[in-house]
T-cell receptor
């Protein structure tokens, strides 16, 4: 059974701080990794994807991938109350979206 | 550009009935994936369709089925409903990979269909 593990939280950080969200995956064949943000009552929206070991930055968001450790993380710099949401980590065993396994999601609360 | 449209938004069914949910992807997108989301299990992959073919299937019983039409619209059907089928059903639309395996990474979710089985 392929699994993606996340701490369900909640993770509370003060406004302006760095939020660090972590995820591990069990399938070494996983090639693509995604972070989605889901606001309460809304559908998930893609924030970032990463395929290669190392860091990938997009604005306030940085995704980190370590395939040897089977570890993916998302850093959110200068956290804002509007970042309060559930963050879903996902892994795909192909190059794209044919079959994606999601983690349970980490609830992030940014305290003003 | 219209987004992913799922209908209906809400459904209440009784045990033993069957239900059909619909998903219209973004124009030009050929891949549609279906997911079940529950508080305890999170998002679980049901199946994915590309050009009317089911390419992959998750670990759900045969009561869950789907299909895709030539216009890329997709339907999923759940027969003999059980209480445990109560969930938010989401579909995601994606351009899909071409024959050379060129990757498209952006998937867009619809607003979902909230199914309640009583």
């Amino acid at each position: 059974q392929k699994e993606v593990e996340q701490n369900s939280g909640p993770l509370s950080v003060p406004e302006g701080a760095i939020a660090s969200l972590n995820c591990t995956y069990s399938d070494r064949g996983s090639q693509s990794f995604f972070w989605y943000r889901q606001y309460s009552g809304k559908s998930p929206e893609l924030i970032m994807f990463i395929y290669s070991n190392g860091d990938k930055e997009d604005g306030r968001f940085t995704a980190q991938l370590n395939k040897a450790s089977q570890y993916v993380s998302l850093l959110i710099r200068d956290s804002q109350p509007s970042d309060s949401a559930t963050y879903l980590c996902a892994a795909s065993d192909s190059g794209g979206y044919q079959k994606v396994t999601f983690g349970i999601g980490t609830k992030l609360q940014v305290i003003p | 550009k219209a987004g992913v449209t799922q209908t209906p938004r809400y459904l209440i069914k009784t045990r033993g009935q069957q239900v059909t949910l619909s998903c219209s992807p973004i124009s030009g997108h050929r891949s549609v994936s279906w997911y079940q989301q529950t508080p305890g299990q999170g998002l679980q992959f049901l199946f994915e369709y590309f050009s009317e073919t089911q390419r992959n299937k998750g670990n759900f019983p045969g009561r869950f089925s789907g299909r895709q039409f030539s216009n890329s619209r997709s339907e999923m059907n759940v027969s003999t409903l059980e209480l445990g089928d109560s969930a938010l059903y989401l579909c995601a639309s994606n351009l899909g990979t071409d024959n050379q395996g060129t990757l498209n990474t952006e998937a867009f979710f619809g607003q979902g269909t909230r199914l309640t089985v009583v």
